[in-house]
């Protein structure tokens, strides 16, 4: 069965600090990879997202995140965070089999002065 | 451009009480529809998606059923809510595989008490 991990809960970073959100998936296939991003009040904004070709995405707001198909990992950075960073971060993998989009649990992420 | 509208954006029923939450998309056709809930410490949980008209897929056996009456329109119903129904539930929509993103409604706050 397909699954999607954040490991994290909860991160607590300074601002102009370095972020890493880590993700795990497990799925037989190269799958589609996604980054979206919940801030409070808001609905749900993508970050990124990964297909195929080069492993290192761009997406908005400065964020990146590094394809490893070896690790079975798409984990978000960000090299210095911004107080209006803080939110709820969710990966999610789209499977190929059939429409389907998996979200991991989420990680929410406290910026701090 | 396609816009998405999920109503209502709270609501507060009692337990026992039937649901209905509705979810239209605007300017695109055939889409595929989603409902996800998000509970506490749980994550985004994809609940239904639909690739066409009266075709519904279920993800997790529940208190929940999902319709799809007109190409654009997704329904999450209940005929009898249970305090584990609380959440907050979204609904989605993509086109093409996969490999496209999914674009998110507002959202539902749903407390049943």
């Known amino acids: 069965a397909q699954s999607v991990t954040q490991p994290d809960i909860h991160i607590t970073v300074s601002e102009g600090a370095s972020l890493e959100l880590r993700c795990n998936y497990s799925y037989g296939a190269t799958p589609y990879l996604f980054w979206y991003v919940q801030s409070p009040g808001q609905g749900l904004q993508l970050l990124l997202k990964?297909?195929?070709?080069?492993?290192l995405v761009q997406g908005i707001k400065g964020f990146e995140a590094e394809f490893k198909r070896s690790q079975s990992s798409f984990n978000l950075r960000k090299p210095s965070v911004h107080w209006s960073d803080a939110a709820e971060y969710f990966c999610a993998v789209g499977i190929s089999s059939g429409n389907q989009f998996y979200f991991g649990t989420g990680t929410s992420l406290t910026v701090i002065p | 451009s396609q816009t998405i509208h999920q109503w209502p954006a709270t609501l507060v029923q009692p337990v026992g009480s039937p649901l209905s939450l509705e979810c239209t998309v605007e300017g695109t056709s055939n889409p595929n529809l989603y409902w996800y809930r998000q509970a506490a410490g749980r994550g985004l949980q994809l609940l239904f998606y639909s690739v066409g008209i009266g075709q519904i897929s279920s993800e997790v056996p529940q208190n929940l059923s999902a319709s799809r009456p007109q190409d654009r329109q997704f329904i999450l119903s209940s005929k009898k809510l249970l305090l584990s129904d609380s959440g907050f539930y979204l609904c989605?929509?993509?086109?093409?595989?996969?490999?496209?993103?999914?674009?998110f409604g507002q959202g539902t706050r749903l407390t049943v008490v």
């Open positions: 989605a929509w993509s086109v093409g595989g996969t490999g496209s993103r999914a674009f």
């Open positions: 990964y297909f195929s070709g080069d492993t």
